[in-house]
């Protein structure tokens, strides 16, 4: 009542509209001092128009509640009023309003229990002991235990197999049935191969059911072996066979995710929704024991019938106090952002709507936390594949580098914490070619964190009493995926996360570095003449 409809509305709303769906309008917190009715009626009106909503179902009923206490109206001036006062006379006391409003509107599910066997696999589960678990909805007729179906893959092709167990869910348990019918949502076991989007069919009579429609990748990265010199220490799987079975069992249940095996044995490309899709997987395989490298996010380009190359674009919606709005504004201008909405409340917020590149996104949620000092909101939906909008420069820093292997010592993080920023302290483990720190200039500044004080007889062991250290920055996962530059790799394991240069040999990459700038200026001597 007082945001109007959310990010998450209208993607949840965007899937209903394409598969034909009524809906109802539930516009919550109604009892709040600012709510706005009418506004955020208006806006919702206007968001189903925007999704392309057909004229029946843009004539949807509207619910007032307070979900809080557990209370509806169909009455705005009820809710704008009564609700403010828990006991004035004809104050809903219950959620009934609701559940009539359903009962009335929302047409009854077509259920055909004498037809053929059809099951469409949504989701699936683990058992130890029962293998893979395939969950959906019973479209038509009936499903046994112990039944044989036809499992028919999103390609068409067929296989027989036979029911293992069939259950029904009551709460969070699932209970064992002989028999379940159309209309009901079941577990089955009993089909090794199955997979989300497919269709669980009568062998008599199998057709497919319209498969899932799952959107394409659009950032993707590079997982390998963990090659630095800590490699193996910390993890309990490392090698590149578990990396491999891991990386392909995730897309047994992960069906926006794809995984592409690439010359070499060790590395594979793996493509996800957005940078968060990846960081999910990278966290989650963390946890597990697996220890591995991943190399900078990138955007996944496509090309138009014409040629033209295109890049993703997301809607951002970002609520931000007045004061850092114009911060804000700039830095999504800079990343090739387009204003396409922007108003503020009165509780002195401001909501903006961009559209941007996806490439403008990445690495930008910290520095937009960072600007709004934690007190900003940001979602984004993908909004399509649009040509490329140009040049984007995310990163404007370089890298503190270690010069050399050994322990960081509180003499060496001392002189180095006059280039930058570290982001480790003394008594850590440090090998060459590790980034220990971020420059606040572009180019990367090799550092010897592990240089020790030498003492004379001038000086005591405890010279180094009165040395102050800046504590460090300490880099979550997601701060290291957004720091990560194109000759860097994040070095994950169960115990730590660590930033590595691809080449460690500082002398190998100062002669790569050299040789590319005379490449470069060859170019551009060729360019002129």
Not at 26 to 50: E, G, S, Y
Not at 357 to 372: D, E, I, Q, V
Not at 377 to 396: D, K, Q, S, V
């Amino acid at each position: 009542a007082v945001d109007g409809p959310m990010p998450q509305t209208r993607f949840v709303l965007r899937k209903a509209l394409e598969l034909g769906h009524k809906a109802i309008v539930v516009i919550n917190k109604v009892d709040r001092p600012n709510a706005r009715l009418n506004h955020v009626a208006n806006a919702t009106f206007d968001l189903f128009v925007d999704l392309g909503a057909t004229d029946e179902q843009a004539e949807f009923p509207i619910v007032y509640s307070d979900a809080l206490t557990g209370r509806a109206t169909l009455d705005p001036h009820l809710a704008q009023h009564a609700f403010k006062n828990a006991n004035g006379e004809n104050v809903p006391s219950d959620l009934q309003p609701l559940f009539e409003t359903i009962v009335e509107y929302i047409p009854a599910p077509k259920i055909a229990p004498d037809d053929p066997l059809q099951m469409l696999v949504t989701t699936l589960a683990y058992d130890d002991y029962k293998g893979r678990i395939a969950i959906g909805r019973v479209f038509s007729g009936k499903i046994r235990k112990g039944q044989e179906v036809m499992r028919i893959d999103v390609h068409g092709e067929m296989e027989k197999n036979k029911i293992a167990e069939v259950f029904v869910h009551q709460g969070l348990e699932r209970i064992p049935v002989d028999e379940a019918e159309a209309g009901e949502i079941v577990a089955i076991t009993g089909i090794p191969e199955v997979y989300i989007g497919e269709t669980v069919a009568d062998v008599q009579s199998p057709k497919a059911l319209p498969p899932i429609r799952v959107e394409a990748p659009t950032v993707r990265m590079t997982f390998g072996v963990n090659t630095s010199p800590f490699g193996g220490r910390e993890g309990q799987w490392s090698t590149s066979r578990k990396l491999r079975e891991r990386l392909f069992k995730e897309l047994e249940h992960n069906v926006s995710l794809t995984v592409d095996e690439t010359e070499s044995a060790d590395t594979f490309i793996v493509s996800g929704r957005g940078e968060l899709h990846l960081a999910i997987l990278i966290e989650t395989m963390r946890r597990e024991g697996y220890e591995f490298q991943v190399a900078k996010p990138e955007v996944i380009f496509h090309k138009s019938d014409d040629g033209q190359l295109l890049e993703p674009f997301e809607d951002v919606y970002i609520e931000v106090a007045q004061d850092s709005t114009g911060n804000v504004m700039e830095m999504l201008g800079a990343r090739r952002g387009q204003l396409s909405e922007m108003h503020s409340s009165d509780d002195g917020i401001t909501h903006l709507r961009y559209r941007v590149p996806t490439r403008g996104l990445l690495g930008f949620r910290s520095k937009f936390l960072t600007a709004t000092r934690g007190t900003g909101i940001m979602h984004a939906l993908f909004a399509g594949y649009l040509p490329m909008a140009g040049e984007i420069a995310t990163r404007t820093h370089g890298s503190l580098v270690a010069h050399e292997a050994g322990t960081a010592t509180t003499f060496g993080l001392s002189n180095a914490e006059g280039r930058g920023i570290l982001f480790i302290g003394p008594g850590t483990e440090v090998y060459e070619g590790m980034v220990v720190g971020e420059n606040p200039r572009e180019e990367d500044v090799v550092v010897n964190v592990a240089k020790k004080k030498h003492l004379t007889n001038m000086r005591s062991s405890n010279a180094d009493v009165a040395v102050q250290l800046t504590p460090p920055r300490n880099m979550s996962l997601d701060d290291a995926i957004e720091y990560i530059a194109e000759d860097e790799l994040m070095e994950v394991t169960p115990i730590n996360i660590r930033l590595r240069k691809k080449i460690l040999n500082n002398e190998e990459r100062g002669k790569l570095k050299k040789s590319a700038q005379k490449a470069r200026e060859r170019e551009e001597e060729r360019a002129l003449a």
